[in-house]
């Protein structure tokens, strides 16, 4: 019998736990896992070293309990979370589904965590780390929509300070109404109050099934509103990208990644050197990843791919940046950076 995915998961985060506690297993996942790509991948942005551009997603570490053991596979930064103010179970299991043909994931998790007491105590017992660690936020699913912006306010008192970048979520398909805040003004009020309350670069993350132009307006709106940068995408529920699919729950993998580099292009358009733009969605190769950084992102970020080809991609899609760099006589990530756009 196969494994069960969420199952799988757990033993994987487990895993890497466990090896990312000492000097000594970090070591060993480094040797094993991480490149040793030259300091041309390094960047200074958000107002912090990021050793290289390719992070991990929200939602593989949504405890904040493997943040050491990830980074020594190479990650150049970790996300944690969605973390809400409390405690939640989240929707019940199964909820997460394999799409192996696709190279594609059907989540429908629904925040589950274990609250925001617990994970800004583990967050901050090892801060800082040696690269960006940032947290996301979301609202806990039996707080009513019209009292959102108290749970993303209690969110950001709890953890100000004791992360590098906070992530305000609107954006998963598994919270009913969440996609709800998806509005200019609610935006713009959730990003003022991350910029009241904490001292770090607030970031708001989109879906992917927003039509473009109310993407290029909704992150327009965040930009004004102080927002340091926007994540583009979340998963998508447009469920005919895979026959067969439940209708419930969001797609991630292969199947998402027109979608989001379209929404990259679409905000590289309208904002590109206003803010700092991170691209996710069904990246898992060296090119991906140069592709988006040409196309104006400054970071991009990986879940499903990572689920399907393992600890070692980390270090492939490293390695094979770095060629193309070279290939193309760019010296650092900065020249990569929008490397198109200006033409
Ligand atoms: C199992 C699973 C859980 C996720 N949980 C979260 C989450 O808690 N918060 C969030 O912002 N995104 C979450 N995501 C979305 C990812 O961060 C990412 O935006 C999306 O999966 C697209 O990237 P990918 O194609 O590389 O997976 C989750 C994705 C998956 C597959």
């Known amino acids: 019998m196969r494994l069960d995915p969420e199952r799988a998961h757990e033993i994987a985060i487990a895993a890497l736990r466990c090896a990312g506690w000492s000097g000594f297993g970090r070591g060993l996942l480094r040797w094993k896992f991480a490149g040793r790509e030259a300091l041309r991948l390094e960047q200074e942005i958000l107002g912090r070293v990021f ?18 053991g990830l980074g020594a596979l190479g990650f150049g930064f970790v996300e944690v979370g969605t973390v809400t103010p409390r405690p939640q179970a989240g929707n019940p299991r199964p909820r997460i589904f394999r799409h192996p043909r696709e190279e594609s994931l059907q989540n429908a998790l629904g925040f589950n965590n274990d609250g925001m007491e617990a ?8 801060y800082p780390y040696p690269f960006p660690v940032g947290v996301n936020v979301g609202k806990n699913a039996t707080t009513p929509l019209d009292r959102a912006e108290d749970d993303y306010e209690t969110l950001f008192r709890g953890f100000a300070g004791g992360a590098d970048y906070y992530v305000v979520n609107i954006s998963s398909p598994n919270t009913p109404g969440l996609r709800d805040l998806q509005s200019p003004e609610r935006v713009a009020g959730l990003v003022g109050l991350g910029r009241d309350l904490t001292a770090r670069p607030v970031l708001v993350k989109l879906s992917p099934d927003l039509d473009l132009d109310a993407a290029v307006e909704l992150a327009g709106a965040a930009v004004e509103a102080g927002a340091a940068g926007v994540i583009v995408a979340n998963t998508t529920t447009d469920y005919r990208l895979i026959p067969g699919a439940r209708d419930s729950g969001g797609l991630s993998g292969r199947v998402l990644q027109r979608r989001s580099f379209e929404m990259l292009e679409a905000l590289a358009g309208a904002l590109f050197g206003r803010t700092v733009l991170v691209s996710v969605g069904g990246v898992g190769s060296g090119d991906e990843v140069y592709r988006r950084l040409r196309a104006g992102a400054s970071l991009v970020q990986i879940y499903t791919a990572f689920v399907y080809q393992g600890p070692a991609l980390v270090r492939r899609v490293l390695a094979r940046l770095a060629e193309l760099m070279e290939r193309d006589g760019l010296d650092t990530i900065d020249q990569v950076i929008g490397y198109d756009a200006g033409r």
Not at 59 to 67: E, L, P, R, T
Not at 119 to 126: D, P, Q
Request: hydrophobic share 40%.
């Open 51 to 68: 050793p290289n551009p390719v992070g991990l997603a929200a939602g593989f570490d949504k405890n904040a309990v493997a943040i050491r």
């Open 119 to 126: 994970i800004h105590r583990r967050v901050t017992g090892g």
